[in-house]
């Protein structure tokens, strides 16, 4: 697995969070969870980013992935599928 460090903007209600976080625990990519519902730190910090405020976001490296595309993200990991 790459050594990036991996952010994911999250609410605690949305369901394509959860299958993100999923996703991501079952292929053992280590990433931080960023709720944006109850740090309005982390809301700024993900719309600077990403220009919106839907979630999932997922910061990947350099890379910004808004909602859960499983095949982007896996790409970007290196996740064969």
């Given at each position: 697995m790459?050594n990036?460090?991996i952010?994911?903007?999250?609410t605690?209600s949305?369901?394509?969070?959860?299958i993100?976080?999923?996703f991501?625990?079952?292929n053992n990519?280590a990433?931080?969870?960023r709720d944006?519902l109850?740090?309005?730190?982390f809301?700024?910090?993900?719309e600077?980013?990403?220009h919106?405020?839907?979630?999932?976001?997922?910061?990947?490296?350099d890379?910004?992935y808004v909602?859960?595309?499983?095949?982007?993200?896996?790409?970007?990991?290196?996740i064969?599928?």
């Open positions: 790459m990036t460090q952010i994911v903007y999250t605690s949305c369901f394509y969070c959860k993100a976080r999923e991501l625990k079952r990519v990433f931080e969870e944006v109850t740090s309005p730190a809301m700024r910090e993900m600077e980013k990403s919106q405020r839907g979630v999932p976001v997922l910061l990947i490296g890379g910004i909602g859960f595309d499983r095949p982007a993200i896996a790409s970007a990991l290196g064969k599928e």
